[in-house]
């Protein structure tokens, strides 16, 4: 497999749980803590994979299942939270998830998961890749996504026109959470190893940067903020030590300068053409 191609597949992965994190962020739902609902989904399928000799087709959609369940059970015991009060509470839920997953025997403690059943099919991936944009996509367009936006913009306006915050916060939350442990089942299985370092804010941050900076207003700005993202450090030679500074200070830029991202930039650049040829 090229250098390239293994790249392109990698962004691919984490576009997943990208597309995820963008439909919590549309209704409100600020989770900076995206890397632990990966991680559920990866120690899930990798330990039925280790443990059970499950194969990866079998495996992932349980892993899958068991992220929608936890996320919806999540975000229901926060409802009351918001905004930042609620980014903060994912914050705590991501350290306090390093510290579990390394002192869980049966899930290799420090050391993580190994020897979990490769699959590297890259036809796969990128379906996988491509299903989960469709769902957000299809879930944005639809009349419930009308409401997650309303509900994002004002959760109380969106109550007095008929809106039932409270169900549809936990179902966003969940569907954005199967999303990321799909990501996190690919994850594992690509790499056979996981370990408990890969639920750390880290990852965290990394997956919110794909989406502020590829668009948080359009279903395929996390997608193109991914690919972009994994992409330019391998252009212009970025030092991995500096890669996270450099994904800060271009957050930063891009929300000052572009508010909807590099998809709002490339839709505004397409729109005259498009008007020519006409």
């Not at 250098?3 to 962020?25: D, E, H, K, Y």
């Not at 495996?59 to 009060?85: D, E, K, Q, Y």
């Not at 913009?153 to 954005?176: H, K």
Request: glycine letters at 12%; aromatic letters at 10%.
């Amino acid at each position: 497999m090229g250098f390239w191609t293994t790249i392109f597949l990698s962004a691919c992965v984490s576009s997943i749980a990208a597309t995820g994190l963008f439909l919590q962020i549309r209704g409100g739902q600020m989770n900076v803590g995206m890397a632990v609902f990966v991680g559920i989904g990866a120690y899930t399928s990798g330990a039925l994979g280790t443990l059970s000799g499950w194969q990866p087709v079998a495996s992932i959609p349980v892993a899958v299942a068991v992220g929608f369940l936890v996320g919806m059970g999540f975000s229901a015991l926060t409802l009351r939270l918001h905004h930042w009060f609620f980014a903060v509470t994912t914050l705590s839920l991501s350290l306090a998830a390093v510290a579990a997953a390394g002192q869980i025997g049966f899930l290799g403690g420090n050391l993580g998961l190994t020897n979990i059943p490769f699959m590297t099919d890259p036809t796969v991936i990128i379906a996988c890749a491509v299903a989960a944009v469709a769902v957000a996509w299809r879930i944005d367009h639809s009349a419930a996504g009308l409401a997650i936006r309303a509900m994002g913009n004002d959760q109380v306006l969106a109550e007095v026109f008929g809106v039932r915050t409270r169900l549809l916060r936990i179902v966003t939350f969940g569907v954005g959470s199967a999303l990321a442990a799909l990501s996190g089942a690919l994850h594992a299985h690509r790499f056979g190893t996981y370990q408990p370092n890969d639920l750390g804010f880290h990852n965290s941050l990394l997956l919110f940067v794909y989406v502020i900076v590829g668009g948080k207003n359009r279903v395929w700005g996390p997608v193109l903020g991914a690919l972009f993202l994994f992409m330019m450090p391998e252009v212009i030679h970025i030092d991995p030590r500096a890669e996270l500074i450099v994904f800060g200070a271009l957050m930063l830029l891009v929300a000052v300068l572009l508010p909807d991202g590099l998809a709002g930039a490339l839709v505004a650049a397409v729109r005259p053409l498009r008007r020519a040829v006409r």
